[in-house]
């Protein structure tokens, strides 16, 4: 894993109630060919994980309303191998940590159709946050990982993308009450997307996506 420390230093600025300002961190993804890399996903890793941000149609980013201290910073794209960066964020600072190239990574997943997504609501206790997770499995159960997953309202933008973990599962904390999509897509290509899921308050979904195999005699590439 190649790791990067991006480092800035800025007089501590306090507004008129004495509270530490928040700051924040851009970039450009791109490729060796130094082409800007749409749609990569950049996520804060630690000190706590949240949900990420997808950069622009030029491989651009911008995450704001960070806290000052260390934080890593993870960069993935379909296709590429992810890079973490050490951030360190200080007072009402606008931290750039420039252009960063993604090297290609190995070849993703074969998946053939994706199964009909199997939705289940969990009723929470009286102070939890409504959430939608969920797992991505291959056609043998096995996890997949890496799949990049988008969370957009109904008729509206990507509000927030994550990518599935080691045991192929994914989450969104704190997703306020309404209808939403849920996009996934592995190396590049959406393979599916799961419409009409109905969050309500003081419940979780979980969702559980599978994949068919491909038919006898079916070459992958």
Known sequence: MVRWIVC?????VTGANGQVASGSVSGTVV???????????VTIESPMPMAGILSDARGRFV????????????IQASGFLPKELEVEIEDAKD???GRVALDF???????GSP????????KLRVDGR???????????????EDVIVRLLPEGSNVIAATR???????????VNPGVYYLEFSVGGSEFTRVPGLRVRKGHALEVLLTWQPWPPGHICL
Not at 8 to 12: D, K, S, W, Y
């Open 105 to 111: 990574g190995p070849v993703p997943p074969c998946l």
């Open 31 to 41: 490729d060796a060919t130094n082409l800007g890399l749409p749609g990569t996903l």
């Open 63 to 74: 995450i704001d309303g960070i806290p000052p201290g260390m934080y890593t910073l993870r």
């Open 164 to 174: 599935s973990d080691q045991r192929g599962e994914f989450m969104f904390a704190d």
């Open 130 to 144: 409504p959430g939608v997770s969920g797992s991505a499995r291959g056609e043998r159960g096995g996890a997949i």
């Open 8 to 12: 800035a230093v800025a007089l501590v």
């Open 95 to 97: 931290i750039s940590v």
């Open 115 to 122: 199964n009909k997504p199997r939705i289940s609501e969990t």
